[in-house]
């Protein structure tokens, strides 16, 4: 059944459908709603959930790592400075292989005080171990919540859905809800293999020593890079089942002739789809890919995405002071050891912070740019800036 | 787990990260570790005795019907308080109140307002009509009291509740005896006297007033009619007074010849002696007294003695110990059975206070050992002054409900287990679990370390140690 | 591709509006956004909400900058701001007023202007208070009458499903919009 849904309220919806057992969470702009709706979902009896009322979403994250410990399907959703409130307890629920999902919308950090979106919160948990998941559509929202539980519970690593501040969030569009049966059948009840047991007790996250430490940490980077294929299979099933996927990591669009390949990710890749088929009409011979997934990063599909193009350009509403674009780092990394003859000059581009908003003219601009240039003349190249 | 696989349980050497667990968490179930055996002191958890009670002559479980004033269950702190005294109004008035002195809140900041809070226990008792507690059971013995004074009316009323008959002789009158007598209406009306005689009277008790014995009936008559006879007489000091001084003894001579006790130098075991003798307290004089062991057994067999006739000091919360001690001795004394051997179980502290709710069930409350003011972890107390004083009973002042509860929740419950949680919230080895029929906490020493914290946060030593020998 | 862009203050429901309309639209079988004016929002303040309408997937997400209608909720706003900002010439402005579209003749030489006292209707209709009406549905069946750009059926369907109360005088509110509009 299509419904006329916010983004917020997608995330409820697919946690709703994914059968939570316990939701934790404390309400931040602009993830609001999303919780909103669950405890009134959980208040109607629609969602046989546990709703728990905590004073931070650093305690918000201790409840969910306690009731999926105990074995309990769990959700949160959180934004900013409640994501990076959670950050210690963000590499435990990861280090302690508890398959959590979290929605984080994707909102700026201050100061200067912002609700508006961009991606330095979520992309500053980088290293805690959580599988990332960055969405352009309220449908695709909805739809990854459920494939993160699959995903999550068969490689067990926590999972985030993020979507953008109001670009997303507020914005009502229609998204198909399946039938709850089909979903069931999709995603079977959690049966989490080291749960407490009062019956047989166990310690857990308890010292352990030089000697195994290493050993634990390259298991967990073995999950990682199992969940790649995980990930792609999971995505193939969603198809077979309700009609729709997401190219598993990464979508490839129009990219099979393209001489420019642009990378963008979230709602970014939304628009430029639209700038792309303009372009293509021009005659231009440009694609894009849209990095869904940032942790595990798809190396090899952006390898096979990039190699012997002419020209990448990488649009990245986010920043690691002193170095550039997240993304484009990321991307320029994995292309290093390919043969020079088929690396492409990496244009990196930083727009958008803060809520500044991306449109169809910023798109053209960024590309308009990278086919008049050669070689990208420095690290970033800065979009919209007032100078 | 059995205890068989739990010694076969060795260390684990993993020798490839694939035998490892994805989880960071114990390979075995934690049980096989028992930190039990790491221990060398461990935790007890038993309640001991409050101060209040062991300074409590009457023998009240103060710090008992406190807990259940303090809970505003005003009937039950009643029941349970006349369990051991049937004068709370009367004691609530002129009690000395050692109990106060002895209060480790005393130290802190001021001591519970016991006394107080009995007269108000006591007033309500009165006003509300206290509940009789009759025995079911009945006795075929029949005990005579001869004297019917704080004494002799509290052996009474513990013997009758044990279901003997009771016959009171009294000469005069009036029953009360000193409490009659010795105090001004303003200090002690003469309703509350009677209210509370009433309601021990009420339990079946024949009384013969204007009797006296030697002169109207013969001890020897009792002797035959009754299978245990109790002297509580009382002081006679104030008869007395008006000869002189050689035949004040003489006086007490002839009452004893009287009533038949055989009297001389002291002999082994329960005597009955006649003479001055110093006493404890300075300002209680001496008189003729009978001396008998410290249970009220004289050495004549069959008779006892209580009260001011014998050896205590003369006060009302002294005359009720002496007269439940006696009501054991008579009843043990019926019943075939040494009462010494039982003193230990109805000790309370190391002073006379006894307990007639263990003698009765055989059971203690307490280990006998007193909690004093150090072995208290005073963090968890906040200063409060009293909320309830001997003042506020000025003629016709009414003390508000709240204000008896308010008084009974400043209790520290010295040496008793309020169930606060401290010792199940702070074991580190999740060792000390509740009980599930809510009676306390289980101390599982099989992972118990010994490392104390739950007898350091136990805010008033319901939680003690002692030494393990490996 | 349509873009309409609602104006309102805080309080009249115009975020519930562009609602209605992108569920509206979507009951025809079109693809439809819509969404507030990312920020922050006060009662009584100027708000504005977005909707889009196509005939196939938007993938634009972004704001709105030259929409193709703006609908005015409250015609204090027309002093207040620049209510036609970006509006593509031609485009319809929808008004709240009880006065003649000619009245609005500065608007006229670029624009075309609809009006409709959906003030009096709503209070007619017990929509609202005397000093906060709630206009946002009787507005809509004004836009519905002037543009063609859906049925009335459609719209009365969606005003029923997504009005929180009183859905039938809220029914009742579009229809005399409906019919009562100027232009």
Known sequence: MKKILMGNHAVSYGALLSRVEVIAAYPITPQTQVVEELSKMCAQGKLKARYINVESEHSAMAACIAAEQAGARTFTATSSHGLTLMHELLHWAAGARLPIVMANINRSMAPGWSIWTDQNDSLSQRDTGWLQIYCESNQEVFDSIIQAYKIAERVLLPVMVVLDAFVLSHTYEPVDIPEQELVDQFLSKLDYPYKLDVKNPCSFGSLLPPEYYLELRYKMQKAMEEAHDVIIKVDKEYQQMFGRSYGGLVEEYRTEDAELVLVASSTVASTARMVVEQLRDEGVKVGMIKMRFFRPFPTQEVVNALKGKKKVAVIDRNISYGQGGIFCEEIRSVLYNIDQHERPPVFGYIAGLGGRDITPTTIREILSHTLKEDKPKENIIWIGVKH | MKEKDEDEIKVVIYRSEKEMPPVPMSVANTLYNKTGTWKYVQPIYQNRTPPCNAGCPAGEDIEGWLSLVGKGDFLEALQLLLSENPFPAICGRICYHPCEKACNRGKFDQPLSINSAERFLGDYGIKEGAPILTSTERKKERIAIIGSGPAGLTSAYHLANMGYYITIFEASSQLGGSLIKKYSPERLPVEVVEAEIERITKRGIKVRVGTKVGDDISLESLQREYQAILLATGDQKSKILKADKEKAVLSGLEFLEATGVKWGVKLEGGIAIVGERDIPEKEVRSTPRIMTDPMGATHEKGVFACGDITFIPRAINHEVGSGKRAAMAIDSYLKGEDIKKKLELVKVGEGESVSMRSYITGAVKWVNKVVSFDELNLDYFEEKPRFLNPEMFAEGAIIKDEIAVQEAERCFHCGVCTQCDNCYIYCPDLAISRRKDSKGYRINYDYCKGCLICVHECPRNAMSYEGVVK | ?183
């Open chain 3, 1 to 183: 591709m349509i873009e309409v862009r609602i104006h309102g203050r805080g309080g009249q429901g115009a975020v519930v509006a562009s609602k209605i309309l992108a569920v509206t639209i979507f009951k025809e079988g079109k693809y439809v956004q819509s969404f507030p004016n990312f920020g922050v929002e006060r009662r009584g303040a100027p708000v504005t909400a977005y909707t889009r309408i196509d005939n196939k997937v938007i993938f634009l997400r972004c704001k709105i900058y030259n929409p193709d209608h703006v609908v005015i909720l409250d015609p204090s706003l027309i002093e207040a701001i620049n209510i036609t900002e970006g509006l593509k010439e031609k485009g319809w402005v929808i008004i709240n007023s009880d006065k003649e579209p000619s009245h609005f003749n500065s608007l006229l030489k670029k624009y075309r202007v609809a009006t409709v006292d959906a003030h009096s209707i709503a209070l007619k209709h017990g929509l609202g208070s005397k000093a906060n009406p709630i206009v946002n549905t009787a507005i809509l069946g004004a836009f519905c009458k002037t543009t063609g750009l859906f049925r009335l059926s459609s719209l009365l369907e969606a005003v029923r499903e997504e009005v929180p109360a009183a859905q039938e005088r809220n029914v009742q509110a579009v229809e005399d919009a409906y019919h009562q509009v100027k232009y």
